[in-house]
């Protein structure tokens, strides 16, 4: 019987995943480390506190910034009061790309992102086994042959759970640093969790920046993250169709977030930067009757997401297409939920555009018909008067085309022309007379149109010299 011969799957070269991952040299691409933190802090105080309300309740996650603005000193740590590091939970932390973080929508990569902005990373955690407390701390460093180097330390903090600290930032990150912004730090952290305020759980968040007043992120965007509308949209991604949840929510116009925008979530986590929707809504803002200025932030899911969400949970994997088909169909969501603001915005494009017509009456012609509000409605809701007056010339242009050609088509036929010019001119109004004319005169077919009129009745006759008369008072030059 020949022997079975087999071999055991090398671990991954993490350092050369890591380095194929690019960060933004932003601040969301600073504070990533911390931002995976706070959710692997979350995944353990829901283990620990097992029902979602308690854990709602009870749960901490304290984010402690020290000489947050010098680069060669500052330290963030990230504690939790979770379930903390204990026997399986250590074992999925030893293994890339874990099953167990994967059941949570996680990656398992975020403890390495870390190394793309700090050089040291330190994890203390008390744990419960089998009814006794234990501590397990170690310093984490990929660089080394053997990535754990284990430390007496202790957390501190009663009862279990986990903490993590970062220091040692790399020099490419310290111009950042030195500039960073309290408010925008705690902004950063807030929006990246805005899918758990709009639909899921969140734990109490407290950041503390040195001896300042500490800032709590629940109360301090609970009141603004709030979903106001939700559904579902239906996209083809890899030819086939795919179900995608949406949710909505109204926000005060803020640097942060100063146009309406599209937010792809991931594993409960915004991924990506923000798509914006200003250009298909018509605006990049819309007025309350307060008359305060807000946005609507659309937060987009669904389990094509999750399967396409790259290791480094920087971006998830979609054609332009796609997500050119989520904008436009999210936009329309927005504009059937704000349509009192939509109106409002035809309103202001209708004024304008009547305001433009005043200077520019010959262009009359190029509404075919269509009262202004008519046409403007059919147009996009990002036209400004230039584009309306672009638009309208071109119109009329054909418009005018079409009634030269229907005239000299008239003068072709001896037998029914009479009868012809009679019908053209009948729907000619008052308005439009004088841009006809004004064409009639000074385009290249005046022979032919001149030709045409000197065939009509007399009756004819009044009609389009009145027309020629209207014309040489506007002492247009020809084209």
Request: with cysteine; aromatic share 8%.
């Amino acid at each position: 019987m020949d022997k079975v011969v087999t071999d055991t799957l090398l671990k991954p070269d993490m350092l050369a995943v890591l380095s194929r991952t690019h960060l933004q040299t932003t601040l969301h691409g600073f504070l990533l480390p911390i931002l995976e933190a706070i959710s692997n802090a979350m995944h353990g105080i829901e283990e620990a506190f097992v029902d979602r309300a308690n854990a709602e309740k009870n749960g901490v996650v304290t984010v402690e910034f020290k000489d947050w603005t010098n680069p060669n000193k500052i330290a963030v740590t990230v504690s939790d009061n979770g379930a903390g590091l204990n026997e399986d939970n250590y074992r999925s932390f030893k293994t890339p790309f874990s099953g167990h973080k994967l059941s949570q929508k996680g990656r398992g990569f975020g403890r390495f992102i870390a190394f793309k902005v700090f050089e040291r990373v330190l994890y203390r955690s008390r744990f419960s086994l089998q009814a006794h407390s234990e501590i397990r701390s170690f310093r984490f460093d990929i660089t080394k042959k053997d990535e754990f180097t284990m430390l007496n330390d202790e957390p501190d903090f009663e009862g279990s759970g986990l903490m993590v600290t970062y220091d040692q930032p790399l020099a490419k990150w310290h111009p950042l640093i030195a500039a960073l912004d309290r408010d925008d730090i705690a902004n950063e952290i807030g929006a990246h969790f805005l899918p758990y305020f709009l639909y899921r759980w969140l734990p109490q968040i407290i950041i503390h920046f040195d001896n300042g007043a500490p800032i709590d992120i629940r109360s301090r965007f609970q009141n603004t993250f709030k979903q106001f509308a939700k559904g579902t949209i239906i996209v083809e991604i890899d030819n086939a169709p795919e179900e995608l949840s949406y949710s909505l929510a109204k926000l005060p116009r803020t640097q942060q977030f100063k146009n309406h925008c599209l937010l792809l979530s991931a594993a409960d986590r915004i991924v990506g930067s923000p798509r914006d929707l200003s250009n298909k809504i018509g605006n990049q803002f819309f007025v309350g009757e307060d008359g305060e200025k807000y946005v609507v932030i659309a937060v987009v899911r669904g389990d094509p997401f999750e399967s396409r969400l790259n290791d480094s949970r920087t971006g998830i994997n979609l054609s332009p297409r796609v997500v050119e088909d989520i904008v436009s169909q999210i936009s329309e969501m927005i504009q059937a939920e704000e349509h009192s603001q939509i109106d409002k915005i035809k309103t202001e494009q209708s004024a304008d555009l009547m305001e433009a017509l005043k200077e520019n009456p010959i262009l009359k012609l190029g509404l075919r018909g269509k009262t202004v509000s008519d046409y403007v409605s059919a147009k996009p809701r990002n036209w400004k008067p230039e584009q309306f007056i672009s638009d309208l010339a071109i119109e009329r242009y054909r418009a005018t085309a079409d009634l030269t050609k229907q005239i000299v088509a008239a003068s072709n036929n001896e037998e029914n022309y009479q009868a012809t010019i009679k019908q053209i001119v009948a729907k000619i109004d008052a308005g439009k007379k004088e841009t006809l004319a004004e064409y009639v005169i000074h385009r290249k077919h005046i022979i032919a149109l001149v030709e045409a009129a000197s065939r009509a009745t007399a009756s004819m006759r009044p009609k389009m010299q009145s027309m020629i008369s209207c014309s040489a008072a506007f002492r247009i030059v020809p084209t």
